[in-house]
């Protein structure tokens, strides 16, 4: 891990004791209601207190006119978090995205740049 990924674990080692006053703090997880969702598009909004992100699924719509084609979003799932929450998982999604890109190479987000023979 680089430097830069060091100091950011360092910071997050720094923010949770600063949240819990410095005690050493067992985390207990309990798995036996969860489930598993598979979503390949995304909807956000907010409010002054919280964070929504709905999660789906972008299908084509069978039912639209050939030369009017539609995307439906069929939306499964809502997660509601509120702001220091949200801003740990932007913090863990950014650093776990660094990894797969250092190993992996650069996530190209444009579809027309990830074609080959472009």
Do not use: C, W
């Amino acid at each position: 891990m680089s430097n830069e990924g060091n100091s950011e674990t360092e910071h997050l080692d720094q923010q949770a004791r600063q949240q819990t006053g410095a005690q050493q703090v067992q985390l207990r997880i309990d798995e036996h209601e969860m489930g598993t969702h598979y979503a390949n598009a995304f909807r956000t909004n907010a409010t002054a207190e919280e964070v929504m992100l709905d999660f789906g699924i972008n299908l084509p719509n069978q039912a639209a006119q050939p030369e009017k084609p539609e995307i439906l979003f069929h939306i499964s799932d809502r997660i509601v978090l509120n702001y220091y929450s949200a801003k740990r998982l932007a913090i863990t999604l950014s650093q776990i995205i660094r990894r797969y890109e250092d190993q992996f190479g650069e996530l190209e987000l444009n579809v027309a740049n990830r074609r080959k023979g472009k």
